[in-house]
């Protein structure tokens, strides 16, 4: 076994947690507690780190999601299987930039404490440089900080705010800022590593719901109101970038989401009951349902994609994509969640 120091030691357990592989409340006191950041680390450690990372990140994305048998596109081809079946080899791997290893310093060295800096971007590693695995790292630690009190504090700043993985997961967070910047979902779609947006898909159907059942539990309007324009503005961004890549499979999670929240009995009257709406005009108070009403609108817009494929043609270039659509559209029982989201939006047109 190899020996390492005491800040090397909670550093390495931290890793552990954002793997997956210690429970993250294990490690929470190690975020908290206050030690002196060291201007370096033993090259035994980067080698444990590097061994962690290259064992724990397959462990983890198989865990996720990576192991079942799916359907996605393959160079406009619907391919069945796990992710290794479907994937080429080459187009798994991930790298990191030393970025991910600052990011794990500023975490062991007590980010979560009153007083300590926010992470600052190591001036040697351009933002060209960052790569997907160093995104899939920020994306496991705002998981894995999600219901504490820190990652509010994390998503003010750099790496958190610009990560497109995040933003799906907890577009809320965006509310905790003056202004959102740029989001690029087009290039994680058409980038090699589009396979993460395929393993996410259970992440972001859990991450959705939580979206919901929290607006239904808070009191204050301004703040849900804040949540759902974010929330809203970046779904519909990244389901204008699927389909303007003809990627409608990387956005099941949204049928998935809906299978859950949205039933029969759900109406404008019962939803959102927590909110105190008491200082809200008639009309203001429609247009606060409005802007919540985000998933119903997402399967909407999911529905006319599904009405389109109908005008798709065997030679088209996106018949192949159009088909796996249907078949995702009839397996999630589509028809039935539209006509309830339909539902919903026609209750909010009067």
């Not at 370096?40 to 990372?53: C, D």
């Not at 898909?201 to 301004?222: G, S």
């Not at 804040?226 to 303007?244: C, F, K």
């Not at 409005?290 to 109908?310: D, E, F, Y």
């Amino acid at each position: 076994m190899q020996a390492v120091n005491r800040f090397e030691f909670d550093l390495l357990s931290i890793l552990q947690s954002v793997l997956g592989r210690v429970p993250v409340e294990q490690v929470l006191p190690k975020w908290k507690q206050p030690q002196a950041k060291p201007r370096g680390l033993h090259q035994q450690t980067v080698r444990l780190i590097e061994q962690m990372l290259a064992k724990g990140i397959v462990g983890r994305i198989a865990r996720d999601d990576g192991w079942c048998r799916r359907r996605f596109l393959r160079d406009g081809e619907p391919v069945d299987g796990s992710l290794w079946q479907r994937t080429s080899p080459d187009q798994l791997g991930l790298t990191f930039s030393p970025q991910s290893i600052d990011l794990l310093l500023w975490l062991t060295s007590s980010s979560g404490s009153e007083g300590i800096p926010a992470w600052k971007p190591n001036p040697f590693v351009s933002k060209q440089d960052v790569t997907d695995g160093d995104r899939l790292i920020q994306y496991w630690i705002a998981k894995a900080a999600a219901e504490t009190s820190l990652l509010t504090k994390w998503y003010r700043h750099e790496p958190f705010i610009s990560n497109e993985l995040i933003s799906i997961a907890l577009p809320d967070r965006f509310a905790e800022v003056d202004s959102t910047p740029a989001l690029d979902f087009e290039r994680w779609i058409l980038n090699e590593t589009s396979w993460l947006l395929e393993v996410l898909q259970n992440d972001f159907e859990r991450w959705l719901v939580r979206a919901w059942n929290v607006k239904n539990r808070l009191i204050d309007a301004d703040r849900v109101l804040a949540m759902s324009r974010i929330e809203d503005g970046v779904l519909q961004h990244y389901l204008r970038a699927a389909d303007a890549c003809m990627r409608p499979d990387l956005c099941r999670f949204v049928l998935m989401a809906a299978r859950h929240v949205l039933h029969e009995s759900l109406s404008v009257r019962d939803w959102l009951q927590s909110v105190n709406l008491n200082h809200l005009k008639a009309a203001d108070r429609m247009e606060f349902y409005r802007a919540a009403a985000t998933l119903p609108r997402a399967v909407n817009q999911m529905a006319q994609w599904h009405r389109n494929s109908a005008t798709v043609h065997f030679l088209d270039d996106d018949y192949q994509a159009s088909q796996l659509l249907k078949s995702i559209w009839e397996s999630m029982d589509g028809d039935r969640l539209n006509q309830q989201a339909e539902r919903m939006l026609a209750e909010l047109e009067f």
